[in-house]
Structures are given as C-alpha cells and as structure tokens.
C-alpha cells in the first residue's frame, strides 16, 4: 500500500520573529492611538472643570454681593430694633466683605469672598467677629484660580460719570474687624465689577488661561 507523504515543512524562526515584530508594532500602534485618546479626553474634561467650577464661583459671588444691605432686622415691628446699615465692610483689591441676609436665614452677617493665592474663599460669619474677615477661613469656591480682583465706582450723575475708588476703602483691609467710624468710600460703592483668572495646566501645551468679568450694582441703598 501506497504512504501519504505530507510536507513536514513548518515555519523557521525567523518568521515567527519577524511576525512576532509585526504584531508588537501594530499593538504598539493601537496602545499609542488609545493613550492619545484618553490623555486629549483627560484633558478637556479637566479643562470644562476649571472653567465649570469658575463660572459657578463667580455666579455664587455674584448673586451674594448683589443683595448687600438687604437687613430683614429693620423690618422687625415688634419688638423694635436699632437700624442696620453699612452693606460694604471691607472693600480690598483681593476681598471683600458685605454685610446682610444674602442666604435669607432671617439674620444679617458678614459675607467675605477673597483671594488666598491658590483658590476662591467664602467665609461667614459675625459682624465684630475678626474671623469674619480672615481669608484663610471658611470654604474654598474654586480652586486652579491665579487671581481675584475687586473695583469698586460711585454712582453716576447727571453731570459726573461714575468714580473709581482706591481700595481699601476706608483704609480698612482683611484680617481684623473693620472701623466703621468712617465710611464714607464705602457707603458711596454702587457698582462693584468682579474679575476672576483661572489657570489651568495642560500636558504638552501652553498653560491655558480663562477670565471672567461680572459687573454688579448692589440694590440695596443705605
């Protein structure tokens, strides 16, 4: 009877190696294309962070500092209560510090947003309480934040445009409870205009930098 002869040729070992080259660089080329992938979806996702969380930040200053002055005690009938005023605290380059019930609890207090260097600070607390003006207090608002700046302008009139004031109004700074002996660049603000800088790092690019401008007439007179 006739044997079936097959080939026992197989393949040599320098085509398992060069195979084993192409698959290497084509894995090699799928890791790289997925790695770009998910560090341009790390990135911009944090990007939207910063600038999610700023944007949030400053709408929260925003809508606190707007409602100054509004003290639900001088509305008390019975019994009677001395008149609240002074809606402007402190008024710094970097901070500052209103007086009312911004939160509507019922209760006037102080409202301080400042600047510590590396986040947004919002801190409550007492009028005579020197904490109430420490920066370093209370709860961060947002953080990758390079800068946090206040202006402070007179109202305008029919024949003066509206003023600039130098802060700190009234020489009255942060840290400390605030004289309220004079104050008069205080209670002539009516507009302040809020600017915020975010910063956020990205990997392989330049730094990307994002500002915010709110302007806000406090409706609260004195």
Request: glycine letters at 6%.
């Amino acid at each position: 009877m006739a044997k079936i002869r097959g080939s026992q040729k197989g393949l040599t070992m320098i085509e398992v190696l060069v195979s084993l080259m192409i698959f290497l660089v084509v894995l090699l080329a799928i890791y790289q294309l997925f790695d770009t992938s998910h560090a341009t979806y790390a990135s911009g996702t944090r990007k939207q962070d910063v600038q999610q969380q700023a944007r949030l930040a400053m709408d929260e200053i925003v809508k606190r500092v707007r409602m100054a002055g509004y003290f639900p005690e001088n509305f008390a009938a019975v019994p009677a209560v001395p008149a609240l005023a002074n809606r402007i605290r402190v008024g710094a380059a970097n901070g500052l510090a209103v007086y009312g019930d911004m939160d509507q609890t019922g209760a006037s207090k102080i409202f301080l947003f400042c600047f510590d260097g590396s986040s947004i600070r919002y801190n409550t607390g007492a009028f005579n309480a020197a904490t109430s003006y420490t920066c370093n207090q209370g709860e961060a608002l947002a953080d990758n934040v390079t800068a946090l700046s206040f202006q402070y302008f007179t109202a305008a009139t029919a024949t003066t445009p509206p003023a600039l004031l130098a802060p700190p109004l009234d020489a009255q700074g942060l840290g400390a409870t605030p004289d309220m002996t004079t104050t008069t660049a205080r209670d002539s603000v009516e507009t302040v205009i809020i600017t915020l800088t975010a910063r956020e790092t990205v990997i392989h690019q330049d730094p990307q930098t994002y500002t915010l401008t709110s302007t806000v007439r406090l409706r609260n007179a004195n």
